[in-house]
Every structure is written in structure tokens, then in C-alpha cells.
């Protein structure tokens, strides 16, 4: 069984601080990774994706990846309580193009 | 240019009715996805569309039937609703990315189904 695990939370931050968001994954398989924002209510917002070893920056948000311990996060630099929302991670196994198998979500809290 | 949309937003169902569920992109995406969205279980794939006349089975197809209409189209039936359909229902597109190694999707605005 493919799985993908996320921390439920939620995790609580300052205003202006670094948020940290983990996600692990069980197939050595998988080959691309994702990030996606949930406001309560609406549907996911890609926010970035990330297939190589090491960071991805974007803005305010860092991505890391290191598959030899199957983990990738999410950092969210100068948080701001509109950034409080569910973080999903989701994972796409290589020759699966269409299989994505996501995590149940990280929920955020910054706090002004 | 609105992307992915969904019909209807909210729909409320007896045990035993069938409804169909309307999605629609306008990005040319070759790729469409159903799926559903409970509390403590995160999104599922129901079924998934990878290019115009194919349609294959995701995690959870069970009381479920899609159709590809047509490359922008993809459709999603329940036959004989059950209270266990109750759920957020989401459609996807996506396309490959240059890099050719990552299928980015976006995401309709759901459909929040009671079924009773």
C-alpha cells in the first residue's frame, strides 16, 4: 500500500516566522512531488512542485526533497496569517503519470 | 478563461437516486480526474481520464461510473446513491509540464454532496 504522511496539526506559528511542513512517503517509486494550499472551503491551489534532490525556491516558499530518506517538505518564509490554511502533499509514481496519491493534509495556523 | 468548473456546487440526494456530475476545462488539458474529498481521509481518486476516449479506474471506483464526453468534458455518475457518497467531489485537469516530469493539476471548485 502506497501512503503518503503528513502531520495533521495543527502547527501553530507567529506572524513573520518560518513554518516548517513535513511530508513522508513509502514508494522508492515515486518520482515528482507536490504542494498544495486548501482554504477551508475551496478546492487545492498548486503551489509548487519538486523532482530533484535538494531545494526549489519560489517566493516566500522552499521546497526539499531528499529521496533517500523518502521525505520532502515545505517551508513558508515571513509567514503570514493568510498563508493559514491545509498544506496537501501529493505524489506521483514514476510510469504513473496519472496516480497521484496524496497526503491528508497539514493544517496551519499563523497567528498575528 | 475560468479553468476547471464544476455543476452543481451542492446537491442533496435521496438513497437510491442517481445524479451526474458536470466538469469542465478550458486550459486543452488532455488529462481529467475525479475525486472525492472526506474529513480525515484526504482526496481519492474515483477515476481518471488520461487522454479523450480513455477512462480507467482510480482508488475508490466502487458505485461510481465516468465518460469522457469530449477533451473538455468529464463526467461523473452515481447510479444508486448510498449515504457513503456523501462527500466533497472535486475534478481535476492537468497537463504534462515541459520538464516532462510532473503532471501539475488544477483543481475545480468541488461539489458538496449529501446523500440521505
Known amino acids: 500500500q502506497k501512503e503518503v504522511e503528513q502531520n495533521s496539526g495543527p502547527l501553530s506559528v507567529p506572524e513573520g516566522a518560518i513554518a516548517s511542513l513535513n511530508c513522508t512517503y513509502s514508494?522508492?517509486?515515486?518520482?515528482?512531488f507536490f504542494w498544495y494550499r486548501q482554504y477551508s472551503g475551496k478546492s487545492p491551489e498548486l503551489i509548487m512542485f519538486?523532482?530533484?534532490?535538494g531545494d526549489k525556491e519560489d517566493g516566500r516558499f522552499t521546497a526539499q526533497l531528499n529521496k533517500a530518506s523518502q521525505y520532502v517538505s515545505l517551508l513558508i518564509r515571513d509567514s503570514q496569517p493568510s498563508d493559514s490554511a491545509t498544506y496537501l502533499c501529493a505524489v506521483n509514481m514514476k510510469g504513473q503519470g496519472f496516480s497521484f496519491i496524496f497526503g491528508k493534509g497539514t493544517r496551519l495556523l499563523v497567528k498575528p | 478563461n475560468a479553468g476547471v468548473t464544476q455543476t452543481p456546487k451542492f446537491q442533496v440526494l435521496k438513497t437510491g437516486q442517481s445524479m451526474t456530475l458536470q466538469c469542465a476545462q478550458d486550459?486543452?488539458?488532455?488529462?481529467m480526474y475525479w475525486y472525492r474529498q472526506d474529513p480525515g481521509m484526504g482526496l481519492r481518486l474515483i477515476y481518471y481520464s488520461a487522454s479523450e476516449g480513455t477512462t480507467d479506474k482510480g482508488e475508490v471506483p466502487n458505485g461510481y461510473n465516468v465518460s469522457r464526453l469530449n477533451k473538455r468534458e468529464f463526467s461523473l455518475r452515481l447510479e444508486s446513491a448510498a449515504p457513503s457518497q456523501t462527500s466533497v467531489y472535486f475534478c481535476a485537469s492537468s497537463e504534462r509540464a515541459r520538464q516532462a516530469l510532473s503532471y501539475e493539476q488544477y483543481f475545480g471548485p468541488g461539489t458538496r454532496l449529501t446523500v440521505t
Open positions: 486550459m486543452n488539458h488532455n488529462s
Open positions: 519538486i523532482y530533484s534532490n
Open positions: 514508494d522508492r517509486g515515486s518520482q515528482s
